[in-house]
């Protein structure tokens, strides 16, 4: 029958015999034979090609569902369909990381470099038309991304005011924020009064450092934020290059 043993079959994949039953246990690599007696796993020489498989996906960090589609695709072309998606999705997730890591290169290098003019004044009232979504803190320039998509598929920014994010003054795992775009009629939005902001051009990895510029500016005055924090996104990231985007943060302070 061409059986081996998973011992034999681990060896031959390159991978640990505790890879070989994990993968079993999530149902993506099932033994050719099980001995009903001893339970010993047995495995069939051809099975190789999908523990690789298998392995490097994972060690893409390829979530399981897809690892899954993979597997189960008819053909080589729904193969590489699904290969192309995840593609994508590393150069978006090596892209956004490169911008972290120029983030830091900011901070470390130059941070007294940064300009930032911070402008204090009265605002009326804002209403915005727009969806509430909630966001990861750890992911929060991936779902504050989505969010943005989300609304402009609705067409609320489609040729009108660029859309404004809302968020709460202090972070916390998961919060919700509204985004939207002004409104006469909005349901949600920024209230009156005093409010802080700055301007931050580069790309939205780098927002961190035009707030600490603001909240340090509002404590400095003897100002106190009451929050909640917006966003006003003044360029279109579909048409400008990243270190051209133009974002107004702003901060509500306290009476």
């Known amino acids: ?18 890879a070989v039953r994990h993968y079993d246990a999530e149902g993506l690599l099932v033994p050719a034979s099980v001995d ?22 994972r060690g893409l960090d390829v979530p399981l569902p897809v690892v899954r589609e993979v597997l189960r695709a008819p053909d080589d ?20 990381r490169e911008q972290v890591l120029r983030t830091l290169d900011a901070l470390r290098e130059a941070p007294e470099r940064v300009p930032y003019a911070v402008a204090i004044a009265d605002r009326a009232p804002v209403r915005l ?18 969010l943005c998509r989300a609304v402009l598929r609705k067409g609320l920014g489609a040729g009108r005011a660029p859309l404004v994010a809302v968020f709460p003054l202090d972070l916390v795992d998961e919060f919700d924020v509204l985004v939207g775009v002004p409104a006469a009629a909005g349901s949600d939005g920024l209230p009156g009064g005093a409010w802080a902001s700055t301007l931050h051009v580069g790309p939205y990895p780098q927002l961190p450092l035009a707030y600490t510029a603001l909240l340090e500016h509002v404590r400095e005055h003897g100002h106190r934020p009451a929050g909640p924090v917006a966003e006003t ?12 985007l133009v974002t107004r943060v702003a901060v509500a302070l306290a009476d």
């Open 1 to 18: 029958m061409g059986l081996m043993p998973i011992g034999e079959f681990a060896r031959l994949a390159r991978l640990t015999v505790k």
């Open 36 to 57: 009903p007696h001893s339970g010993y796993r047995y495995y069939r020489a051809e099975q190789v090609r999908t523990a690789t498989t298998i392995a490097l996906l």
């Open 77 to 96: 072309a729904a193969v590489a369909v699904v290969l192309a998606e995840q593609r994508e999705r590393l150069a978006a997730e090596l892209a956004h």
């Open 129 to 146: 038309d727009g969806l509430t979504g909630r966001v990861r803190a750890a992911a929060l320039d991936e779902d504050t991304g989505a």
């Open 233 to 244: 996104y003044l360029t279109d990231p579909s048409t400008a290059e990243p270190q051209e």
